[in-house]
């Protein structure tokens, strides 16, 4: 697929996507954020946005967010943020089998923020996380975000330096996991471009 730029560029967030201490998911999504923005260049505007800095509760608006009448001043920050970007990619580690009840449970706030964008998803675990981004594959089609191919898949015991399972250790992706991503965002650009034409209308 060749890459379709708008005349703006693609708005790229990051989801860093667990909050507890000690995780792993800050330093991997900054690895992205670095990346991307040495890959893309001026393409694309590419920001870190943390799910632990919103402080989520398990969900608790009265309506469903198709309707999106929010009462709640988390939710309409959190809406205000997703609204912003063109894409994004997902950095999750696996939680038996499936992603971080974090992840979800930001998904699952909103509708329409989400509607006609693209993810990418980088995922790590002692199997590459790669289950819980089955689950988010799905879960986001429902929410109409169309989801790339390429997946960046992190080793726990090749690209991570762990003296012990508690501290988060040393991010040490290796030279093949940087093409992978490389791949992606080109695959995440493209499908960004395109549905951009979707939700405004004019031609990328």
Do not use: C
């Not at 708008?6 to 790229?12: D, M, V």
């Not at 063109?86 to 992603?99: I, K, L, Q, R």
């Amino acid at each position: 697929m060749t890459t379709i730029y708008a005349a703006q560029p693609i708005r790229l967030a990051v989801i860093a996507g667990t909050t507890r201490p000690n995780r792993r998911s800050r330093m991997v999504a900054e690895w992205v954020v670095d990346q991307a923005r040495e890959h893309l260049g001026d393409q694309a505007d590419v920001r870190l946005v943390d799910l632990a800095d919103f402080a989520l509760p398990m969900l608790d608006e009265p309506a469903a967010a198709a309707i999106a009448d929010y009462r709640n001043d988390h939710t309409r920050r959190w809406s205000q943020t997703i609204a912003g970007f063109d894409a994004f990619v997902f950095v999750t580690p696996e939680y038996n089998h499936s992603m971080p009840a974090s992840v979800k449970n930001a998904v699952d706030y909103l509708f329409g923020e989400w509607n006609d964008k693209a993810a990418g998803f980088v995922s790590y675990g002692f199997n590459g996380g790669v289950r819980a981004v089955e689950h988010l594959r799905l879960t986001l089609a429902e929410v109409k975000v169309a989801g790339v191919r390429s997946q960046v898949a992190l080793d726990m015991s090749s690209d991570f330096d762990l003296e012990n399972m508690i501290a988060p250790g040393r991010f040490t992706p290796s030279p093949k996991q940087t093409r992978v991503l490389e791949r992606m965002l080109g695959e995440l650009t493209s499908w960004a471009g395109a549905l951009r034409t979707v939700r405004t209308g004019v031609p990328a």
